[in-house]
């Protein structure tokens, strides 16, 4: 039986901020792709393929994550990736989402640029009028290639500029860093687009690497970054600046060997603006309410630190201001509504 905080999660109104639409290619979607695209993949089923899901670090996570996007060669697999995401996200109560793509990740094998936001808008058009849910990208570049080919995308990308509402970066973080984006990201940010970057927890350099995204880049939000709370000055900092950042646990828990939850109550105790998220929900199973389910117990938080968790997702979201407080709104209410019920049922 479901518990009544489970319940009080699944109610929330919820907004989703990391997560990255390739990463959401579940293997039953996998085979079917395959079998459209004539293509043969090494595994027998389902199970095979989720057996042959090893991976305990970023490297041997990303190894993984690449090879799966063989499938996705039309724009209608970037289509039926995109509106599934949404579909399973919006049946769990996400109201908006901000997720990621890796147009490199597939312009390198020959799929054009306009055929992955192609099939990924038209999801977006559907997914909102049949679901409900609002949503916007965020183009990452991957850090483990060159910034000349971080900025060769970012030109193909200008034409489609009013489709992408920010830039980040993700892939290997490991002699990679921000630093080495710094033009791209001005340009980027010059053109109009938001800024974010991948700081992976437990990195080499995690602290000075976060320190560079903070005093060269100005990004206006961080990827995970729980490796903020090693240094004093930087939390103040990132508090200073009201900096949103977007901590995935169960992936945490794949790649970082912990959920990291003290480390998220401990931000929450701090005052920063900590969101939880699902980072690749089918390879780090678990979407939006496992995540906070998953966090909730290891953590033993009460409802009112879940409700801060859910009220950061809005409030670090990229929403005009209008529309976050539209939204915190209807998070207020919906508690509201559910702490109504339950006093009625006690009364009974
Ligand atoms: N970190 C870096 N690169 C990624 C991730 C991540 O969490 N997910 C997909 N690509
Ligand atoms: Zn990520």
């Known amino acids: ?102 147009p490199q990740a597939h312009t390198s094998r020959g799929v054009s640029f306009d055929t992955v936001i192609g099939g990924i808008r038209r999801a977006q058009v559907d997914g909102e009028r049949e679901y409900g849910i609002r949503t916007n990208l965020i183009m990452c570049f991957l ?65 000075s690497h976060l320190w560079q995204c903070m005093n060269e880049i100005s990004v206006n939000r961080i990827d995970h970054g729980v490796n903020s709370l090693e240094d004093e000055r930087l939390c103040d900092e990132i508090i200073a600046r009201d900096l949103g950042l977007t901590v995935c646990p169960i992936s945490n828990g794949y790649v970082a060997g912990g959920l990291k939850s003290a480390e998220i109550t401990a931000m929450l105790e701090k005052g920063m603006k900590v969101t939880i998220n699902s980072d690749d929900p089918a390879y780090f199973p678990g979407y939006m309410n496992e995540n906070l389910t998953a966090v909730q117990e290891e953590a033993a938080l009460s409802k009112d630190q879940v409700l801060q968790l859910v009220r950061n997702g809005f409030s670090a979201s990229w929403l005009p201001a209008e529309d976050k407080e539209r939204y915190l709104r209807r998070v207020t209410e919906s508690w509201q509504s559910n702490t109504d019920t339950r006093e009625q049922a006690d009364e009974k």
């Open 1 to 102: 039986m479901k518990s009544d905080m489970q319940r009080f999660i699944e109610h929330l109104p919820k907004a989703e901020l990391h997560m990255h639409i390739e990463g959401s290619l579940e293997p039953e979607l996998k085979f079917r792709l395959a079998e459209r695209n004539g293509l043969e993949l090494p595994y027998e089923d389902v199970s095979a393929m989720r057996r042959a899901y090893q991976f305990d670090d970023l490297p041997s996570f990303l190894a993984v994550y690449y090879e799966g996007m063989s499938v996705l060669l039309e724009e209608e697999d970037f289509y039926d990736l995109a509106l599934a995401y949404l579909r399973k996200t919006a049946s769990q109560n996400v109201v908006y989402a901000e997720f990621f793509f890796d």
């Open 143 to 207: 850090r483990d290639m060159t910034a000349e080919s971080a900025m060769e995308t970012l030109e193909i990308a200008l034409p489609y500029k009013d489709l992408i509402l920010g830039v980040g970066l993700d892939s290997d973080e490991r002699n990679n860093p921000p630093l080495k984006f710094r033009e791209v990201f001005e340009r980027a940010g010059s053109e109009g687009f938001l800024l974010t970057m991948h700081c992976d927890v437990d990195q080499q350099d995690s602290v």
